[in-house]
T-cell receptor
Framework: EPEVTQTPSHQVTQMGQEVILRCVPI?????FYWYRQILGQKVEFLVS????????KSEIFDDQFSVERPDGSNFTLKIRSTKLEDSAMYFC????????????FGPGTRLTVT | RKEVEQDPGPFNVPEGATVAFNCTYS??????FFWYRQDCRKEPKLLMS???SGNEDGRFTAQLNRASQYISLLIRDSKLSDSATYLC??????????????FGQGTILTVHP
């Protein structure tokens, strides 16, 4: 069964450093998303991406965040200058756009900012 | 009012029990609704989409009441493997968002022998 994959599974970085989280969505999917979950809290939407552009972003997704689809398979989330409060699990999701935009999530990248 | 509100539980039930979870949402323009399950420190996994007429998938039944802005999930004949956090999820995106999911806090279910 096709699945979303993410790398790395765990990233530790120092405050102020740039990080890039990588995702490979399901191959025939056209819609891509990033969510995050701070430990003990609910899953929060960050951004949706379609046709090589952002279609919607949340208040969390400020100028420090960017997304890119650099090739036909990868989808990345970059945080330019990490803060302590960016520590969270980051989930990538993808959707074919059929059936109510059902979204399938990757296993996540745990980001720890020290 | 929270966008998606669930009773956090926990629900502790014996194997074989029937358990029901409820959820309310605030945005009356929401178009699609889902139940996901999340195991500890894992990703949300789609359990089922919720259709206006209600739908069933094996031991799981989901209902939607648009007038009351209420969604439910019924699990029959609970198994130990059903132990997880159940997430009520609403697509609150508008226009061209192509699916902005808003999650509830989740309801914790523990099924014991």
């Amino acid at each position: 069964e096709p699945e979303v994959t993410q790398t790395p599974s765990h990233q530790v970085t120092q405050m102020g450093q740039e990080v890039i989280l990588r995702c490979v969505p399901i191959s025939n999917h056209l819609y891509f998303y990033w969510y995050r979950q701070i430990l003990g809290q609910k899953v929060e939407f960050l951004v949706s991406f379609y046709n090589n552009e952002i279609s919607e972003k949340s208040e969390i997704f400020d100028d420090q965040f960017s997304v890119e689809r650099p090739d036909g398979s990868n989808f990345t989330l970059k945080i330019r200058s990490t803060k302590l409060e960016d520590s969270a699990m980051y989930f990538c999701a993808s959707s074919s756009g059929r059936v109510l935009y059902e979204q399938y999530f990757g296993p996540g990248t745990r980001l720890t900012v020290t | 009012r929270k966008e998606v509100e669930q009773d956090p539980g926990p629900f502790n039930v014996p194997e074989g029990a029937t358990v029901a979870f409820n959820c309310t949402y605030s945005n009356s323009a929401s178009q699609s609704f889902f139940w996901y399950r999340q195991d500890c420190r894992k990703e949300p996994k789609l359990l089922m989409s919720v259709y206006s007429s209600g739908n069933e998938d094996g031991r799981f039944t989901a209902q939607l009441n648009r007038a009351s802005q209420y969604i439910s999930l019924l699990i029959r004949d609970s198994k130990l493997s059903d132990s997880a956090t159940y997430l009520c999820v609403v697509n609150t995106g508008g226009g061209t968002s192509y699916g902005k999911l808003t999650f509830g806090q989740g309801t914790i279910l523990t099924v014991h022998p």
